[in-house]
């Protein structure tokens, strides 16, 4: 006898439909899966024939069991297919009442005592299933609460394989989940750190309140101690909160990874990714012999810190070239090519040499010219070029810490942050795929970003000048833009020109801390 259900095949951060077919024939017994299954695919047989034994469905009747997973030249891989081979197989040989299996998606892997397993991929899976119509899916339970959030389909979580039977025979009833979007992402911001936990700092605050405000690139320089890295993991707390569109998009790409925050759950705050410097390429990148989302995928609409920038391998830090340009990862494989999203706010901080006391007045610096000049090419000039805001952070003084206030807290630099989103969103509305001042086409540019008389002048100054790269010139007028937004001003003045400026400084004297 013939069954046919349906799953999902996932590749880059889509999913696509597969059908299951089972047919089994009173035979010696035999169990052959075909479709270009890979090795954890061929192992079903045996996890799926063991599980059906300890859930009660034992037979002393032999089967031929052919399984053919279409389309037949579609890779499948993992122990996605364990529950729905299974299911098929009792449908086939006879052992589940039910004429209605076609109308019902299901993924899972199953343990030897009849388990359902979680499984990775299952939010864009779901999606898949609805748009080609089916009734309902039949999901781990521990993936429910990820799945779940899909409209216009029935998420059925099962704990076991009896169970799923049951359900599809009429024996027992599953409520199907739902679980509200919005109100999933309404409450599940995640504050993070405190900016008012930082004493000084003012310009490093207001260069990281202007780098988040229009998703701009930030590159701190500065000794051991002096804050880079309390810094940069206070950003969260002034992160705008996602969208829905953006939760589930981001949720997506974990859900891909097999890295949702909890283990199967939604993501609703905005990524905070900090690889540690050994990091490959591939593992910022993203690839592999089984293409996976790296690190500036998974901090998709979030942030990626580098701490010790320059201690990261150089090929590695290359590979960020472009997709901090182009917002997306393209991986080619010779059987495929996907492509990952990765629109992020870059944050790294680095120490200006080797032993990290270079320029300062308190310790002496040990290291030669030659190796701060060799610490210094680890960044190369391409990669520095699209790094919007660099700024020095010189380290506090101890009497000044125990004089200083406490810092403007993350709640007031947030409101700033969100008015000045809104003010781009508005700007941008119609524009596919630019949401933020980051995001600016150039030949948009000289439009979005007008400029008062005495502006244009010292713009002008300034190109003389600073002798940078045209994409630098361009992104002085964005983050411009972004402080002109800051200000709820139309034009962009004089003083905000000459801070955009000045956030190249560094760049400009051809060292990152002369």
């Known amino acids: 006898m013939l069954a046919k ?35 954890a695919v061929k192992e079903a047989k045996d996890r799926v024939s063991t599980a059906l034994k300890n859930s009660g469905y034992g037979t002393k009747e032999e089967f031929a069991v052919t399984v053919n997973l279409a389309p037949a030249d579609v890779k499948k891989e993992g122990p996605i297919y364990d529950l729905p081979i299974a299911v098929c197989l009792l449908k086939a040989t006879q052992r589940l009442r039910t004429e209605e299996l076609c109308e019902y998606a299901m993924a899972g892997e199953l343990s030897l005592s009849g388990e359902v397993r979680r499984v990775h991929g ?15 899916v039949l999901v781990p339970a521990d993936n429910v609460e ?33 679980t509200d979007l919005a109100d999933l992402v309404a409450a599940g911001r995640d504050s993070g750190e405190d900016f008012a936990d930082v004493k ?47 939760a589930l998009e981001v949720s997506r790409i974990h859900s891909v990874a097999g890295r949702e925050k909890g283990g199967g759950r939604f993501v609703t705050a905005r990524p905070f990714r900090a690889p540690h410097h050994t990091v490959s390429s591939i593992g910022l990148l993203g690839g592999g012999a089984h293409p996976v989302p790296g690190e500036v995928s998974l901090a998709h609409r979030g942030v990626l810190f580098l701490d010790e920038f320059a201690e990261f391998p150089r090929q590695a830090l290359e590979v960020l070239r472009q997709p901090l340009e182009d917002g ?16 992020f706010l870059l944050i790294a901080a680095m120490n200006p040499c080797p032993c990290g006391y270079y320029g300062d007045f308190t310790h002496e610096c040990r290291c030669t010219q030659s190796q701060i000049i060799k610490y210094q090419s680890r960044v ?34 947030r409101e700033r942050v969100v008015r000045a989103r809104e003010i781009q969103a508005e700007r941008y509305r119609g524009l596919d795929g630019v949401s933020t001042n980051a995001d600016v086409p150039t030949r948009l540019l000289k439009d979005v970003c007008k400029m008062t008389d005495a502006a244009v002048c010292k713009y002008r100054d ?18 411009a833009r ?30 990152f801390w002369a």
């Open 462 to 479: 300034i190109l003389e000048d600073m002798r940078l790269s045209a994409r630098a010139y361009d992104r002085i007028l964005r983050v």
């Open 482 to 511: 972004t402080m002109a937004d800051l200000k709820e001003q139309d034009a962009v003045d004089k003083e905000t020109i000459m801070e955009a400026s000045a956030y190249r400084q560094l760049e400009k004297e051809n060292s």
């Open 5 to 39: 259900c349906y799953s999902g095949s996932i590749y880059g951060v889509e999913a696509s439909t597969i059908e299951i077919e089972v047919y089994a024939a009173k035979a010696p017994s035999s169990f052959a899966i075909v479709g270009l299954p890979d090795t």
């Open 200 to 246: 000084g700092q003012l310009t490093a605050r207001r260069a990281l309140e202007v780098a988040v405000a229009g998703r701009h690139n930030v590159l701190m320089i500065g000794t051991p101690g002096s804050g880079k890295t309390m810094l940069a993991r206070r950003v969260p707390s002034i992160l705008p909160p996602m969208t829905v569109e953006e």
């Open 328 to 343: 997306h990862v393209g991986v080619s494989r010779a059987a495929a090519a996907c492509d990952y999203p990765s629109r």
């Open 122 to 136: 299952i939010l864009p899976i779901v999606m898949e299933m609805r748009r080609i119509g089916k009734r309902a």
């Open 380 to 413: 190369s000039g391409p990669l520095l070029d699209r790094i919007d805001i660099q700024i020095g952070i010189a380290a506090v003084k101890p009497k000044e810490l125990d004089a200083q206030k406490p810092g403007e807290p993350s709640c007031a630099m």
């Open 146 to 178: 990820e799945a779940s959030v899909v409209e216009g389909i029935d998420i059925i979580p099962v704990r076991t394989l009896r169970e799923a039977a049951q359900y599809l025979s009429g024996e027992i009833q599953i409520k199907p989940r739902y």
